[in-house]
């Protein structure tokens, strides 16, 4: 059974940052694409980054291009966001989650089949 756990969420004022990351076990995790989403009550859960198992591909929201960015380390089956220039409509639960196995990586939360019980982002104006 695989197992994702988040830490490194918080409160944090605009403009400052953040590192999530999210520890796997259960299989081989460098075998896996891994991604990043949020939700705030009452919406959909968000697309917003995804990484190939190797790390050489990455995928972001247009939401968080050039503020957030998603790395992963294969040796300690890590996988984090770092996330700069904070907005208060970053505020959300942020979920890690291992993708499905596939050649391209996908913004659809169907397409992951293991989920982290998410990490609390308040971001204060």
């Known amino acids: 059974q695989v197992q994702l756990a988040e830490s490194g969420g918080g409160l944090v004022q605009a403009g400052g940052s953040l590192r999530l990351s999210c520890a796997a076990s259960g299989r081989t995790f460098s075998r896996y694409a891994m991604g990043w989403f949020r939700q705030v009550p009452g919406k959909e859960r968000e697309f917003v980054a995804a990484i190939s198992w190797s790390g050489g591909s990455t995928l972001y929201a247009d939401s968080v291009k050039g503020r957030f960015t998603i790395d992963r380390d294969n040796a300690k089956n890590t996988v984090s966001l770092q996330m700069n220039s904070l907005k208060p409509e970053d505020t959300a639960v942020y979920y890690c989650?291992?993708?499905?196995?596939?050649?391209?990586?996908?913004?659809?939360?169907?397409?992951?089949?293991?989920w982290g019980q998410g990490t609390q982002v308040t971001v204060s104006s």
């Open positions: 989650a291992q993708h499905r196995p596939g050649v391209r990586l996908e913004v659809s939360p169907g397409m992951y089949d293991y």
